[in-house]
């Protein structure tokens, strides 16, 4: 099992980023991807998290991030996006994507399994 995560960079307070996260060895459709986070000396938190083909489209975001962050998928390309608008300095971190253990969306990260590798997001002017 692996997903990588990619798609990070330097971006301006207000600027767009959209990251990407690939599987493969598993079975991409069934399970829940998640998107976490984690700053500098702060722990890593959940971000946004779709549902698989039978997660009902379910769908988790956290309250710092709703209405400025999109997550979608694209099972063929076992894929995962994460639009990211409105980008602000408090949303500099490491981003890392996961599968859950489930179908349906999930917020607690003890619901996910094999992380793979993060791609940082920095904000600044």
């Known amino acids: 099992v692996q997903l990588q995560a990619s798609g990070g960079g330097l971006v301006q307070p207000g600027g767009s980023l959209r990251l990407t996260c690939t599987g493969s060895?598993?079975?991409?459709?069934?399970?829940?991807i998640g998107w976490a986070r984690q700053a500098p000396g702060k722990e890593r938190e959940a971000v946004a998290c779709?549902?698989?083909?039978?997660?009902?489209?379910?769908?988790f975001y956290a309250d710092s991030v709703k209405g400025r962050f999109t997550i979608s998928r694209d099972n063929a390309k076992n894929t995962v996006y994460l639009q990211m608008n409105d980008l602000k300095p408090e949303d500099t971190a490491i981003y890392f994507c996961a599968k859950s253990y489930f179908g349906v969306a999930v917020e607690s990260l003890k619901l996910y399994e094999d992380w793979g590798r993060g791609t940082q997001v920095t904000v600044s002017s």
């Open positions: 779709l549902g698989g083909t039978r997660g009902g489209g379910s769908t």
């Open positions: 060895g598993f079975d991409f459709a069934d399970h829940a």
